[in-house]
């Protein structure tokens, strides 16, 4: 018998040759990508290190102490009667004081430090796992709201996590364990109190158990911390007009109230009724919808019509984007979403006004271009959803 001529080894050799540069192009772009935003994360942690005054996680810290120390409900109550304008008050759950109060062990300096190699690391993996169906998801690297919430010391890639590990095990039909990590973004209830409609409507009634059995806990829990006059003066609190100077203004929001402050427009009735019928026409739309499209509109929603101060609440928005970044088709979808993962649009909300105006704009058609798609989304609620990320 012959063997191969030349004819047939040097088309192999040359498909063998392409195979090997694909390969050693995509594992250099997903490393790069991973080291351009491990060097941006350490630099900007580093300079807000340096001002103590405005990193976030001096008030978890603060809250923690307390905690360690059996007084976080005297530092709720004299935050509340404050006679000076808040810097940097402990407003979070009572419970997430407990999260934090291991950190307390340690010195201020390496507490933070630490924390921020938490996040950092989450984050990595998450831009490293993304890349492995398209190298569309590097442009994240340096997506904005991450490198100033790991920068501050914020939670928001507690969040992300959050998100990513409820999905996984979602797709993977574990849906009592899925709803009790989703539960855990309860810790941040104003950007997940959407959640329950949305599963009520999918009708995903084991994973809505999971979610609701965290949400006891974690009130029963901030009721045993505090007692009921801790929790009472933390709700207080929330409302008190003293923490405006302690937060950004309105108009730095991603959402439809910064849209409505930029333009001019304080008429309150008409924020509510935009915000109803967004929520209503995107959370309708899900009905019978794959477990994607639940990651994907949900967490847009609540950005948009939930009131959050804070500008690296977009953190969880990222795993949306990568999601329809790995979905097959959806042109149109995609290009919305590779510009809002990109270091572009994120940046509008530290701009004065009417600039900050555009994330929320961005994000708005992104829903819209979503719930567009996903009418066209001919899904099976029984198929098991494949896995895009």
Same mark, same amino acid.
């Given at each position: 018998?012959?063997?191969?001529?030349?004819?047939?080894?040097?088309?192999?050799?040359?498909?063998?040759?392409?195979?090997?540069?694909?390969?050693?192009?995509?594992?250099?772009?997903?490393?790069?990508?991973?080291?351009?935003?491990?060097?941006?994360?350490?630099?900007?942690?580093?300079?807000?290190?340096?001002?103590?005054?405005?990193?976030?996680?001096?008030?978890?810290?603060?809250?923690?102490?307390?905690?360690?120390?059996? %007084?976080?409900?005297?530092?709720?109550?004299?935050?509340?009667?404050?006679?000076?304008?808040?810097?940097?008050?402990?407003?979070?759950?009572?419970?997430?004081?407990?999260?934090?109060?291991?950190?307390?062990?340690?010195?201020?300096?390496?507490?933070?430090?630490?924390?921020?190699?938490?996040?950092?690391?989450?984050?990595?993996?998450?831009?490293?796992?993304?890349?492995?169906?398209?190298?569309?998801?590097?442009?994240?690297?340096?997506?904005?709201?991450?490198?100033?919430?790991?920068? %501050?010391?914020?939670?928001?890639?507690?969040?992300?996590?959050?998100?990513?590990?409820?999905?996984?095990?979602?797709?993977?039909?574990?849906?009592?364990?899925?709803?009790?990590?989703?539960?855990?973004?309860?810790?941040?209830? %104003?950007?997940?109190?959407?959640?329950?409609?949305?599963?009520?409507?999918?009708?995903?009634?084991?994973?809505?158990?999971?979610?609701?059995?965290?949400?006891?806990?974690?009130?029963?829990?901030?009721?045993?911390?505090?007692?009921?006059?801790?929790?009472?003066?933390?709700?207080?609190?929330?409302?008190?007009?003293?923490?405006?100077?302690?937060?950004?203004?309105?108009?730095?929001?991603?959402?439809?109230?910064?849209?409505?402050?930029?333009?001019?427009?304080?008429?309150?009735?008409?924020?509510?009724?935009?915000?109803?019928?967004?929520?209503?026409?995107?959370?309708?739309?899900?009905?019978?919808?794959?477990?994607?499209?639940?990651?994907?509109?949900?967490?847009?929603?609540?950005?948009?019509?939930?009131? %959050?101060?804070?500008?690296?609440?977009?953190?969880?928005?990222?795993?949306?984007?990568?999601?329809?970044?790995?979905?097959?088709?959806?042109?149109?979808?995609?290009?919305?979403?590779?510009?809002?993962?990109?270091?572009?649009?994120?940046?509008?909300?530290?701009?004065?006004?009417?600039?900050?105006?555009?994330?929320?704009?961005?994000?708005?058609?992104?829903?819209?271009?979503?719930?567009?798609?996903?009418?066209?989304?001919?899904?099976?609620?029984?198929?098991?959803?494949?896995?895009?990320?």
């Amino acid at each position: 018998m012959e063997g191969p001529g030349a004819a047939g080894i040097l088309p192999a050799i040359g498909t063998r040759g392409d195979n090997i540069v694909k390969v050693f192009r995509v594992r250099l772009v997903r490393a790069l990508s991973v080291a351009v935003a491990a060097i941006a994360i350490a630099a900007f942690s580093e300079v807000c290190l340096k001002n103590p005054h405005v990193d976030d996680f001096l008030s978890f810290y603060t809250g923690a102490s307390a905690l360690a120390s059996g %007084h976080l409900a005297d530092l709720y109550r004299e935050q509340r009667y404050a006679p000076t304008p808040l810097d940097l008050p402990f407003i979070r759950p009572p419970v997430t004081a407990l999260f934090f109060e291991p950190f307390t062990a340690l010195p201020f300096v390496p507490a933070f430090w630490l924390w921020a190699c938490i996040q950092a690391i989450v984050f990595l993996y998450f831009l490293f796992r993304a890349q492995s169906v398209t190298m569309k998801p590097a442009a994240a690297c340096l997506f904005p709201p991450v490198i100033l919430g790991i920068g %501050h010391g914020q939670d928001c890639l507690l969040f992300l996590w959050v998100l990513g590990a409820s999905y996984s095990l979602l797709r993977r039909d574990k849906n009592l364990g899925g709803g009790i990590v989703l539960g855990l973004g309860l810790l941040k209830f %104003h950007l997940f109190l959407l959640w329950p409609i949305a599963l009520i409507l999918q009708k995903r009634w084991r994973t809505l158990m999971g979610f609701c059995l965290v949400g006891v806990v974690l009130v029963a829990g901030s009721f045993a911390l505090v007692g009921v006059a801790g929790v009472m003066d933390y709700l207080s609190l929330l409302i008190d007009p003293k923490l405006t100077p302690s937060t950004p203004g309105v108009f730095r929001e991603v959402g439809v109230a910064s849209i409505l402050d930029n333009a001019g427009i304080s008429w309150v009735p008409l924020r509510i009724a935009i915000d109803l019928s967004l929520t209503v026409t995107a959370l309708y739309a899900l009905r019978g919808r794959n477990v994607e499209w639940l990651f994907i509109i949900v967490p847009t929603l609540a950005l948009l019509v939930a009131p %959050h101060a804070l500008y690296y609440d977009p953190t969880m928005l990222l795993f949306s984007l990568w999601l329809v970044i790995s979905m097959p088709g959806a042109q149109a979808l995609q290009a919305m979403a590779f510009v809002l993962a990109s270091p572009t649009v994120f940046l509008s909300p530290m701009m004065e006004r009417p600039w900050p105006a555009a994330s929320g704009v961005a994000l708005l058609v992104f829903l819209f271009v979503a719930v567009r798609r996903m009418a066209r989304d001919v899904s099976d609620p029984c198929r098991k959803p494949k896995p895009v990320l």
